[in-house]
């Protein structure tokens, strides 16, 4: 898996877009296994308005949902690779390639 590096008008970095093969709930309680993630709000209604927040090694994320995909952000450009790697693989593991 490649990370990308894009950054959106706060700043924020969008690091990678999964295929939506679940629902945002199933993709919450998958998070919520992983240890060191702190689940927060399920914001917006309708599927293009949703985000999902969570933090995870002191870093605020937050996945925004289309049709086809979840995108994932992290608030800090600096977090590290480390970090979003392991918060994408572990999404992966529900989620798959697509």
Known sequence: MKLIDLRTDDGSRHFT??????????????????????I?????SGAAQRHLEFSYQDHQFWIRLDRQHFHFFVRNPQCSDVHLYQVALHCLKLLGAG
């Open 17 to 38: 877009r999964l295929p939506k093969t679940a629902s945002v709930e199933d993709l919450r309680e998958h998070l919520a296994t992983m240890e060191g993630v702190g």
């Open 40 to 44: 927060g709000d399920l914001t917006g």
